[in-house]
Nanobody
Framework: QVQLVESGGGLVQAGGSLRLSCAASGRTFSNYAMAWFRQAPGKGREFVAAISDSGSSTDAADSVKGRFTISRDNANNTVYLPMNSLVHEASAVYYC????????????????WGKGTLVTVSS
């Protein structure tokens, strides 16, 4: 099992920044690809960004490219999501996820999930 705990969410004004963190435990962190997804009220869970187990490959949704940059620290079992130029539409619960495999934006392929951290962007 992989346990994931997100942190860093909160209330921010449009145009502002936040940095989300996800601390992992339970298995060898560097064996897992990591990702961030988000779910706004009344909507499905959507892919935000992902990073390979080594950190050499990343992927991101078109809506966040250039503003959100996923990274990881394998020595400290943590994945990060700095978010810049936030817009109201980014308001959602952000979830960290892990899988032993390649990067994919499809929710169903990710095996482990945290409980999420709420991001609210005021307009």
């Amino acid at each position: 099992q992989v346990q994931l705990v997100e942190s860093g969410g909160g209330l921010v004004q449009a145009g502002g920044s936040l940095r989300l963190s996800c601390a992992a435990s339970g298995r060898t962190f560097s064996n897992y690809a990591m990702a961030w997804f988000r779910q706004a009220p009344g909507k499905g869970r959507e892919f935000v960004a992902a990073i390979s187990d080594s950190g050499s490959s990343t992927d991101a949704a078109d809506s966040v490219k250039g503003r959100f940059t996923i990274s990881r620290d394998n020595a400290n079992n943590t994945v990060y999501l700095p978010m810049n130029s936030l817009v109201h539409e980014a308001s959602a619960v952000y979830y960290c996820s892990a899988r032993a495999g390649s990067l994919t934006p499809h929710t169903s392929y990710w095996a482990y999930w945290g409980k999420g951290t709420l991001v609210t962007v005021s307009s």
